[in-house]
């Protein structure tokens, strides 16, 4: 463990302008992610901006009929939020597949957002891996590369992003409301977390001198016709092999709208318009989920370990978009035994 110093943010524009000055610094929320990558010698800030005392823990209905949710809100009282669990379902369900109550109490909606791979290299610090030391090289292409990306990997990083609740927020198409010094900005879900490319270390675009202030949830929930199906080694406490948030707005007997990513095979929630766009207008079927499904992992590629995920995710995505389509809520049951 390194030395740091240590100081508490009193408001967002103090936090920001702590951040601002010095370049080496972090913010720390729940810390269930930061002190472990400190205790591992991968993160080295040379302070800690305690921002778990600004006032960002609400969540408030929008104008426009969603929902503003604050950075700080923990990811258990999302998950059992009434006006989450009544009309973003699938979000409840995706934090609560996540890892154990006690994390999920102290982890923050932002905090969420930002947590790092789980890439065993990455926390090896005596392996080479460009996220950690860029241009160092990546040692999971040769290596043992199991829960690794089978798609939007790059040659210099094939992590994923190991979150749940992001894939549920990609699918809903939320927004991620940011401060810096030049302002505050709305940064749409989808161009949140980055691909790797030839810059692995940057995980998303938020800036380094920014603190993530909100999430908004548009109006539509898909509370009706939703899963969130999450394929893992165990049953608990585990992060995801696969996972598939599904939504589907259905009329007459038609898929209105349909909302499909992916989770745990990508450096991102993976979605893909083609795929959701060839379910739009269909009756679903089997049929038209096994060709959203190929659609959407059209561009799969395995590595040495982990090619069994590309057929693990056809079926998942069938299995999903089924169970969204038969209006079960998985989630309701997976909530007691997860
Ligand atoms: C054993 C274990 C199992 C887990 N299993 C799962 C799982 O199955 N699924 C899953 O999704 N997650 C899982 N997690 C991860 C957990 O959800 C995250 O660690 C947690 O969400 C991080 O939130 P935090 O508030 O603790 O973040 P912190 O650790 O405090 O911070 C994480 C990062 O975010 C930055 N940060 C935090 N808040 C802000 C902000 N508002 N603005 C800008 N930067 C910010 C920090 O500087 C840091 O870089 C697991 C974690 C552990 C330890
Ligand atoms: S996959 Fe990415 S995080 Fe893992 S070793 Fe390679 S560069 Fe590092």
């Avoid at 829960?147 to 749940?164: F, N, Q, R």
């Avoid at 692995?200 to 016709?225: H, M």
């Avoid at 679903?284 to 060709?291: L, T, V």
């Avoid at 069994?308 to 007691?336: H, M």
Wanted: hydrophobic share 40%; with cysteine.
């Amino acid at each position: 463990m390194i030395n740091f110093h240590y100081a508490r943010a009193t408001d967002v524009a103090d936090a920001v302008r702590q951040i601002a000055a010095d370049p080496a610094a972090k913010f720390i929320a729940g810390g269930t992610n930061l002190i472990d990558l400190m205790k591992e010698d991968v993160e080295r800030p040379t302070r800690l901006i305690d921002i778990t005392r600004l006032p960002l823990k609400t969540v408030e209905e929008t104008r426009d009929g969603g929902l503003r949710i604050g950075a700080l809100a923990p990811n258990s009282d999302l998950a059992y939020h009434p006006l989450i669990e009544q009309r973003y379902p699938m979000l409840a369900s995706a934090i609560l597949a996540g890892a154990s109550q006690q994390l999920r109490n102290m982890a923050s909606t932002g905090g969420n957002l930002l947590q790092r791979t789980r890439c065993y290299y990455f926390y090896d610090t005596a392996t080479p891996c460009n996220k950690r030391r860029p241009g160092s090289g990546c040692s999971a292409i040769k290596g043992h590369n199991r829960i690794h990306a089978i798609l939007g990997a790059s040659e210099a990083c094939i992590a994923t992003h190991p979150s749940d609740m992001c894939v549920a927020l990609a699918a809903l198409e939320a927004k991620v409301h940011v401060a810096g010094p030049s302002g505050e900005r709305a940064i749409a879900f989808a161009d949140f977390h980055r691909l790797p490319g030839d810059t692995p270390e940057r995980d998303t675009n938020l800036q380094w001198n920014e603190i993530v202030t909100a999430v908004e949830l548009p109006p539509q929930g898909f509370a009706k016709n939703y899963t969130y199906l999450k394929i893992r080694d165990r049953q608990s406490y585990a992060f995801a092999l696969v996972s598939i948030a599904a939504a589907l707005e259905l009329k007459a007997g038609a898929i209105k709208e349909a909302r499909l990513a992916l989770g745990g095979v990508a450096h991102k929630p993976w979605r893909d318009p083609a795929a959701e766009a060839a379910l739009r207008g269909q009756a679903p079927s089997p049929a038209a989920f096994r060709h959203a499904a190929d659609l959407l992992l059209r561009e799969a590629k395995g590595y040495e370990h982990n090619s069994f995920k590309i057929e693990l995710a056809r079926r998942g995505i069938v299995r999903a978009l089924t169970q969204a389509a038969q209006g079960t809520p998985q989630s309701q049951s997976s909530k007691k035994v997860l």
